[in-house]
């Protein structure tokens, strides 16, 4: 299931790459190239592993038995990958993404576990498997206007590592028709698409997860065959290394990836392949990660993954994913010195076997990573703002993040806003992710485009606010303007107002944890004329409503909802369950509050508290979100009762509970953005 739901990438790319959506950055400075395959390591294996890694391998496997597991894991998938029948192409004789991805994770695995053991079979399947693969009529689309695609790019990468990992094993006629293939199924259609005779391809030069993995795929292909065939590796090495630093900016400044957590681990993996490549073929990366954000994407993924394992979810993503088990952590721990994202990613392996990857015993760290606890709360910013914050990392922690971003991103969806919420090991806030990609319209995303009237797209089924039923902006962009630590009732701030305009001239979203045992959300719109407003969470709970107050029941675990203000607003529930040809959403509801057109200023407040073991959380005082994280205004000094005649207490000003949650210092912290 994982790898088909990422069949039909593409197509959306392609859409978001026509509409020029390349962020706007100051120019970075291109890598210093010139002369870089002068310093290319002569012989073989030398593509992310290397003969003396294979040695190291050997000896870490009989002291360390965690990297022994890991090693059984690989093995066990090494026996059924080389079990399997040979690769065979489509009816029209090409490869697609699925075949090509199975064709890269049987060359890694069969050919680490060749090279471990000097078993034959292991070594046999990769030679039949890309032989087969270089016998194919083509390796893309078979349009005679189809360019070099994703397909392409990953079958070229599993022929470029089978030729340097079985370098010795290949006769030179069967070397031959390896690089012929590169030549002709992947170099050539590459230098037509950079637009070497013609104009450049929709890929060319963009930011989006497409450009990464194409140009991963060349570098470690040009790689791979440097020595015999120069000229064109050169070539080809000059464009996609200038090319593949702006899909490695979108990560800045701290290694958010804006299409959503799916379009993350297509992306990441590719690049640190290349990476990786680069280190052992030429001894460095060449600086083009320096300044990135790369460095910071394995604490992203780690901080915005949910207690049970599954990631917080934006954009065209599978729902329910689970990026657990990430060889490219033990990479980014090496490159950049974070041993904690190698022990997040060995203690996965500990917990969740045959997650194990050849790439795991490559990267594998040298001396067992210290354990260290990783903070509770998070913010990150970048092209999508995102703020996490927990109970703990413990399975039945209390769990919520709010995103900002930019609607118009590629696989994005109209969700600025955007909060999810997991607690007693359950989901009760969440984010549907992609459709299919074949809905009619799916690629119509500008305003008012019919890409937004599919549920899954469109903000009607985001845990965002809607005013008088419209949709989000399509071309605006939001941020956390304000992001809040506090020990006991972290919360961060997202301003809205260009999701809004012009309907609303303000619109903010506070997300906070209250002491860290439920969940408040609140939401400040000032509207340009009076309109309805309807806040909405969908959830695959049942809801059993009582006025402004429900309960939300999950597998025998309990969440109660309560609207603190407008205090006379009652909850609703919708179906989110639709028809065909979308998908069914079956057993989902979305909990509202539905606010009618009144006065121009609107504030809903919603408090969600699980039920505890040992009790559910009272509700705070509301407070606007200008005072959040502000001490609580003093108390009154008490005047003395005035009486009447038979001692009655005349009426006063009764003095109101100061407790808040949110007790703090009422100063920003020094990340908390100032935009």
């Known amino acids: ?51 003396a890694r294979i040695a190291a391998i050997k000896e870490q496997l009989r002291r360390d038995p965690e990297m022994r597991d890991a090693y059984d894991d690989v093995m ?18 090409t490869t697609t993404i699925a075949i090509s991805r199975q064709c890269v994770a049987l060359v890694y695995t069969c050919g680490i576990a060749w090279h471990l053991t000097g078993r034959d079979a292991y070594a046999e399947a990769v030679r039949a498997n890309i032989l087969a693969a270089c016998a194919f009529r083509i390796w893309t689309d078979p349009r005679p206007d189809a360019s070099f695609g994703m397909d392409t790019a990953e079958m070229l990468h599993a022929v470029a590592i089978a030729y340097d990992w079985l370098y010795e094993r290949w006769t030179p006629d069967e070397r031959a028709i390896l690089r012929r293939a590169m030549i002709d199924f992947a170099f050539t259609p590459a230098l ?120 917080a979810n934006f954009g065209d993503s599978y729902d329910w994913i689970d990026l657990q088990g990430l060889p490219p952590l033990m990479w980014l721990a090496r490159r950049y010195q974070r041993p904690e994202y190698a022990q997040a990613q060995i203690e996965t392996l500990r917990v969740r076997r045959n ?29 999508c703002d995102v703020a996490s914050m927990r109970s703990g990392w413990d399975d039945d922690a209390l769990f919520a993040w709010i995103k900002g971003g930019w609607n118009e991103v590629n696989h994005g969806h109209l969700d600025l806003g955007q909060f999810e919420v997991y607690a007693l090991g359950k989901c009760w806030a969440r984010d549907l992710g992609r459709d299919d990609y074949r809905l009619p319209g799916h690629h119509d995303d500008g305003q008012g485009g019919r890409r937004w009237t599919w549920f899954r797209m469109g903000t009607q089924s985001h845990n965002v606010p809607m005013i008088d039923g419209a949709q989000q902006n399509v071309a605006a962009s939001a941020q956390i303007a304000r992001w809040h630590e506090d020990p006991r009732s972290p919360f961060a701030i ?70 603190l203000e407008p205090t006379t607003a009652v909850f609703s529930a919708a179906s989110g369950e639709r028809p065909p040809p979308e998908l069914p959403n079956t057993g989902t509801s979305l909990l509202q509050v539905r606010i009618p057109a009144g006065g121009d200023r609107v504030r809903v407040t919603v408090l969600l508290a699980p039920a505890w073991r040992d009790g559910i959380q009272a509700p705070p005082r509301v407070r606007p979100l200008a005072e959040w994280g502000k001490p609580p205004k003093p108390e009154r000094p008490e005047k003395p009762a005035k009486t009447k005649r038979g001692g009655r207490a005349a009426k006063g000003d009764a003095a109101q509970d100061p407790a808040s949650p949110d007790q703090g210092s009422g100063q920003a912290p020094a990340d908390a953005p100032g935009r």
């Open 76 to 93: 066990r998938n090494a026996d059924s990958a080389a079990a399997r029948p040979v690769l065979s192409p489509t009816k029209d004789g």
């Open 355 to 383: 997650r194990a990857d050849a790439r795991d015993l490559i990267w594998w760290p040298e001396t067992p990573p210290v354990a260290r606890p990783w903070p509770l709360d998070a913010y990150f910013a970048g092209r």
């Open 494 to 563: 997202a301003d809205l107002r260009a999701a809004y305009a012009p309907a609303a001239t303000s619109a903010m979203r506070g997300l906070m944890l209250v002491e860290r045992r439920a969940v408040l959300v609140q939401d400040e719109i000032v509207l340009a004329r009076p309109a309805g407003v309807t806040w909405s969470m969908l959830t695959d709970a049942s809801i059993a409503i009582d006025g402004g107050r429900a309960v939300l029941t999950l597998d025998g675990e309990r969440l109660a909802a309560q609207i």
């Open 192 to 311: 037509r698409d950079f637009g070497v005779g013609g104009p450049p391809s929709w890929w060319v030069g963009s930011y989006i997860n497409c450009t990464a993995d194409h140009d991963a795929g060349l570098i470690i292909g040009a790689l791979a065959i440097a020595d015999e065939e120069p000229a064109m590796a050169r070539t080809i090495l000059d464009h996609a290394l200038n090319d593949i630093v702006n899909p490695m900016r979108t990560y800045e400044p701290d290694g958010v990836w804006p299409e959503g957590p799916s379009y993350w681990h297509t992306t990441t993996f590719a690049v640190c392949d290349a990476l990786s490549a680069m280190e052992t073929a030429l001894g460095s990366t060449l600086g083009i990660d320096a300044g990135t954000g790369l460095a910071g994407t394995g604490r992203y993924v780690v901080m915005t993954r949910s207690p049970g394992g599954i990631q």
């Open 1 to 51: 299931m994982w790898r088909w739901c990422l069949v039909m990438l593409v197509p959306l790319a392609l859409v978001g790459a026509e509409r020029g959506r390349t962020p706007p950055r100051g120019a970075k400075p291109l890598p210093d190239i010139a002369g870089a395959l002068d310093r290319l390591v002569p012989g073989h294996p030398r593509l992310v592993l290397t003969t």
